[in-house]
């Protein structure tokens, strides 16, 4: 069975970083791209960035220049960090990733089940 597990949410000031772990584990055979995705209350839930297993990025336009997404390949790890935060990136974090686990054929997404992260004085 394969799961998603997140680390590293909670609150943190406006102006402050975060840095966000995911770790896939279980029967997987290859990742094709994973990332991050939040959602607020009451809002959809929206892409954040997202990584290849080539290591090409995509970025949400209001997150380019304050976070970074990076992944090993090796361990089946995604991290998010996150700086310049603003109380509008307080949302709830959910790990994606896009693989095939042992036994099928194509690619599936799995999601993590999310953390929390609060931006406030």
């Known amino acids: 069975q394969v799961r998603l597990v997140e680390s590293g949410g909670g609150l943190v000031q406006p102006g402050g970083s975060l840095r966000l772990s995911c770790t896939a584990s279980g029967n997987i055979v290859s990742i094709n791209f994973m990332g991050w995705y939040r959602q607020a209350p009451g809002q959809q839930r929206e892409l954040v960035a997202a990584i290849t297993s080539g290591g090409s990025r995509n970025y949400a336009d209001s997150m380019k220049g304050r976070f970074t997404i990076s992944r090993d390949n090796a361990k089946n790890t995604v991290d998010l960090q996150m700086n310049s935060l603003v109380p509008e990136d307080t949302a709830v974090y959910f790990c994606?990733?896009?693989?095939?686990?042992?036994?099928w054929g194509f690619g599936a997404d799995y999601w993590g089940q999310g953390t929390q992260v609060t931006v406030s004085s």
């Open positions: 994606h990733a896009n693989l095939r686990a042992a036994g």
